[in-house]
């Protein structure tokens, strides 16, 4: 039975990654993989942000690079 759910799993993680396209996400995957190690906390935060950050994108709360700069520049009182 775990087998068939892992192979369930790995083949809707294919479909997934296939079809995505924001390379930072697949970036953050990568280097989920990659690190193994992780403190599982760590780890569930990272996903949860990760999820949070996609969701973001989807509803289109997103800055263009100018508003982003100046956001940054007036948390560090720039």
């Not at 759910?5 to 990654?17: A, R, Y």
């Not at 930072?24 to 190690?37: C, H």
């Not at 992780?38 to 509803?59: G, V």
């Not at 700069?69 to 720039?78: P, Y």
């Amino acid at each position: 039975m775990i087998a068939m759910k892992t192979i369930d799993i790995k083949t809707e993680l294919k479909s997934l990654i296939d079809q995505e396209t924001n390379l930072s996400l697949l970036e953050t995957v990568k280097a989920l993989f990659k690190q193994r190690d992780f403190d599982p906390s760590i780890e569930k935060e990272m996903i949860s942000r990760a999820l949070e950050s996609e969701q973001d994108i989807k509803e289109g709360k997103v800055y263009t690079i100018d508003e982003a700069d100046s956001e940054l520049n007036k948390r560090l009182g720039l």
